[in-house]
Nanobody, 117 residues
């Protein structure tokens, strides 16, 4: 069982920045892939960014150059630095911890990010 707790969401103006945190209850080295996903109103959940145990990083095209995923393994915490935010980034952001096997891994409770125009 992995527990994930997100924090750092909020309301920001267009062009602003936020940093999301995801604290895991286990060592990040025990997790194959950590990721950030988001669900905007009326839309399906989508991948924002992910990082593997080995450090391979992938970003959604819509956030490349603006968002940065990182981690501090000694704190069992993953981050998402979001710069140059746009209204279309408004969504609930979820942290995910995935290991190969049944299901889609563990999810945090989500944190709301709202970007005003």
């Amino acid at each position: 069982q992995v527990q994930l707790v997100e924090s750092g969401g909020g309301l920001v103006q267009t062009g602003g920045s936020l940093r999301l945190s995801c604290a895991a209850s286990v060592s990040l080295f025990s997790i194959n892939t950590m990721g950030w996903y988001r669900r905007a109103p009326g839309k399906q959940r989508e991948l924002v960014a992910r990082i593997t145990r080995g450090g391979t990083i992938n970003y959604a095209e819509s956030v490349k150059g603006r968002f940065t995923i990182s981690r501090i393994t000694s704190k069992n915490t993953m981050y998402l630095q979001m710069n140059s935010l746009k209204p279309e980034d408004t969504a609930v952001y979820y942290c995910n911890a995935f290991n190969p096997g049944p299901g889609d891994g563990y999810w945090g409770q989500g944190t709301q990010v709202t970007v005003s125009s």
